[in-house]
T-cell receptor, first 112, second 113 residues
Framework: DVKVTQSSRYLVKRTGEKVFLECVQD?????MFWYRQDPGLGLRLIYF???????EKGDIPEGYSVSREKKERFSLILESASTNQTSMYLC???????????FGSGTRLTVV | EDQVTQSPEALRLQEGESSSLNCSYT??????LFWYRQDPGKGPEFLFT???AGEEKEKERLKATLTKKESFLHITAPKPEDSATYLC??????????????FGTGTRLLVSP
């Protein structure tokens, strides 16, 4: 069964901490994505990557960075966590040509 | 700007009461419209992809249709286990030429026994 695995389901961090969210896929997909999901705002794209070491800003990249050192792994980094980054974070992957995404189960991050 | 609007925001049905969810979109050159189901606390799960006006896809009690401006997700004789949030997304092209999905805010469906 193909999978996108996010390392943590729930995470509580303090304001100002550096936070790493990890995502691994086993489908040999070229594209990987990070979204955040908030009530009333839907899914908003933070960053995406279409190849190893390549990244593109999405619609709301401020306060975030990403790393893709290997094809199967895509990390989201909150350089200095703030309370407005409390959210559900979803990782997804897809084939290079586009098409449907496969999502992970999400990480619910709370910044206190 | 590429945009997806879903209605209603929430829908409450009795078991067996059929209805439809709406997804209207504006996108420069539709490359695909996607429907996902999301259960509370979980990631979205893929349901359907539609590529051209007139296309229809079915899965159990769900049927998705597509026109040039909107898509419908028809739910026939729903059961309580169909309760979830249903998300619609269109495939768009980023400023740098890469494909990405743009999502609507979803319709929360509650089916009561």
């Amino acid at each position: 069964d193909v999978k996108v695995t996010q390392s943590s389901r729930y995470l509580v961090k303090r304001t100002g901490e550096k936070v790493f969210l990890e995502c691994v896929q086993d489908m040999d997909h070229e594209n990987m994505f990070w979204y955040r999901q908030d009530p009333g705002l839907g899914l908003r794209l933070i960053y995406f990557s279409y190849d190893v070491k390549m990244k593109e800003k999405g619609d709301i990249p401020e306060g975030y960075s990403v790393s893709r050192e290997k094809k199967e792994r895509f990390s989201l980094i909150l350089e200095s966590a703030s309370t407005n980054q409390t959210s559900m974070y979803l990782c997804a992957s897809s084939l290079r040509g586009g098409g449907g995404y496969t999502f992970g189960s999400g990480t619910r991050l709370t910044v206190v | 700007e590429d945009q997806v609007t879903q209605s209603p925001e929430a829908l409450r049905l009795q078991e067996g009461e059929s209805s439809s969810l709406n997804c209207s979109y504006t996108v420069s050159g539709l490359r695909g419209l996607f429907w996902y189901r999301q259960d509370p606390g979980k990631g979205p799960e893929f349901l359907f992809t539609l590529y051209s006006a007139g296309e229809e896809k079915e899965k159990e009690r769900l049927k998705a249709t597509l026109t040039k401006k909107e898509s419908f997700l028809h739910i026939t004789a729903p059961k309580p286990e169909d309760s979830a949030t249903y998300l619609c997304a269109v495939q768009a092209v980023s400023d740098t030429g890469f494909q990405k999905l743009v999502f609507g805010t979803g319709t929360r469906l509650l089916v009561s026994p």
